[in-house]
């Protein structure tokens, strides 16, 4: 169900509290990558536009429910006020009378970026004390932070019930791509899944089992699959735990209609690291002492050209560990068969993320999602506090 978005409602002239995720990366007190900043412009450039007095709100890091000089938020103020080419206030606090004369003092079409919300201890508790100090600065709350829909916090989720609530761009660029997903994908819907941990993702592995075409499994997680279907695989790194999960998984792709595919040729190394000795081996082939960093050129040819054919696909964890230049070779694979796709395209996952990027990659894919902890809830069918505070869409 499509939410309520800020055109939906009358903003002209309001104070706007809006929720955004700036929890970027800070070397030396600059930001060093700042996607998840531009992607809360569109939102912050239309209310400005109206006439609205911007107040913004993130979290950065995990500061100790307690102020950490090296956690705030100005490094951020900076590069906001370069990508809007105006300037931005920013205090250092996150409410109280200070930041109420602060925001009394603001005129149409100014910013003011508020501290880090997670110095105040009352944040993660949701805490309606907070909720109503916060609910004092503003006359209505966007919410624009899809990564942290997944937090029942007082920023995230506790504000939507005591002011009239909408979501921004971002959160609905994100919700329309995933439950396109979800709901009607493009067929055949081929999902990639990788990364480390099969236990992470064994709610998602479940569900795509159920919706997609083809399944096809790479990454760390892939090792677990092998060792599950009886082969050996070295020094590979096999989740114990999770051996019995994905048995399980490839019973149950056995009698549904979704293809499960592994790995039939995988590239070893003699040690973790760059410069490691390796070979490309047959799955069935994987020498005592040695362990799987990647897939294999014959996979990755096969993850390919499942991929150039699908009419959707979704694509989290990277395939091998791209990290390293000589095992980033199958994740490159398959993010170009994903950029040369001609359907629809949708990536979500830190990493995965973090790979497309260093491959020039993002802007070829249809959706990035910003969420990766909250992209996964979302498709493994969570609710997420974030999103089920805000209401519907009213229909015509
Ligand atoms: P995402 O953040 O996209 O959801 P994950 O966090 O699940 O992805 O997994 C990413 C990590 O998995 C990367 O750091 C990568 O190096 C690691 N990885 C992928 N393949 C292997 C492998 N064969 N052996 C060890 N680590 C791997
Ligand atoms: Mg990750």
Redesign the pocket.
């Known amino acids: 169900m499509a939410k309520k978005t800020v055109k939906d409602v009358d903003v002209a002239g309001k104070r706007v509290l809006v929720r955004v995720d700036f929890n970027v990366p800070l070397v030396d007190g600059r930001v060093t990558d700042d996607t998840r900043i531009r992607a809360a412009l569109p939102t912050i450039r239309y209310l400005r536009e109206r006439g609205c007095r911007v107040i913004l709100m993130s979290h950065l890091g995990r500061p100790k429910d307690a102020p950490d000089p090296a956690l705030q938020l100005d490094p951020v103020a900076m590069r906001l006020g370069q990508l809007l080419a105006a300037p931005i206030r920013k205090v250092s606090e996150l409410c109280g009378p200070g930041v109420e004369a602060t925001v009394a003092a603001m005129k149409p079409g100014d910013v003011l970026l508020l501290e880090n919300s997670r110095f105040d201890p009352r944040e993660k508790k949701n805490d309606p004390g907070l909720v109503c100090e916060l609910a004092r600065l503003g006359d209505l709350y966007v919410n624009d932070a899809f990564s942290a829909a997944h937090r029942a916090h007082a920023t995230t989720a506790g504000l939507a019930a005591v002011l009239p609530a909408v979501a921004g761009f971002q959160m609905d660029k994100e919700l329309t791509a995933l439950d396109g997903l979800l709901a009607e994908p493009q067929r055949p819907f081929v999902v990639v899944l990788?990364?480390?941990?099969v236990t992470?993702k064994i709610r998602v592995i479940d569900r795509f089992l159920d919706l997609a075409d083809q399944l096809l499994i790479g990454?760390?997680m892939s090792?677990t699959f092998l060792k599950a279907s009886g082969l050996v695989v070295g020094t590979?790194?096999v989740e114990e735990e999770g051996v019995a999960v994905a048995a399980d998984a490839l019973k149950k792709a056995d009698g549904s209609r979704c293809e499960l595919l592994l790995p039939t040729d995988v590239v070893v190394a003699d040690a973790f690291a760059e410069d490691a000795a390796s070979r490309v081996v047959a799955v069935d082939a994987i020498p005592e002492g040695w362990m799987?960093?990647?897939i294999g050129p014959e996979t990755a040819a096969a993850y390919a050209a499942a991929i150039l054919k699908a009419g959707e696909v979704f694509w989290?964890?990277?395939?091998?560990?791209?990290?390293m230049a000589p095992f980033a070779g199958g994740t490159r694979t398959v993010a170009e068969a994903m950029a040369a796709c001609p359907g629809v395209t949708v990536v979500g996952?830190?990493?995965?993320v973090a790979a497309l990027n260093a491959f020039g990659l993002a802007d070829k894919m249809d959706h990035v999602s910003m969420g990766?902890g909250a992209s996964l809830e979302f498709i493994e069918g969570t609710a997420l506090p974030g999103v089920t505070t805000l209401p519907d869409k009213e229909h015509m």
């Open positions: 990788g990364g480390a941990k992470d990454g760390a090792f590979s790194k799987g960093l990647d989290n964890g990277p395939m091998g560990v791209f990290e996952g830190g990493d995965s990766g």
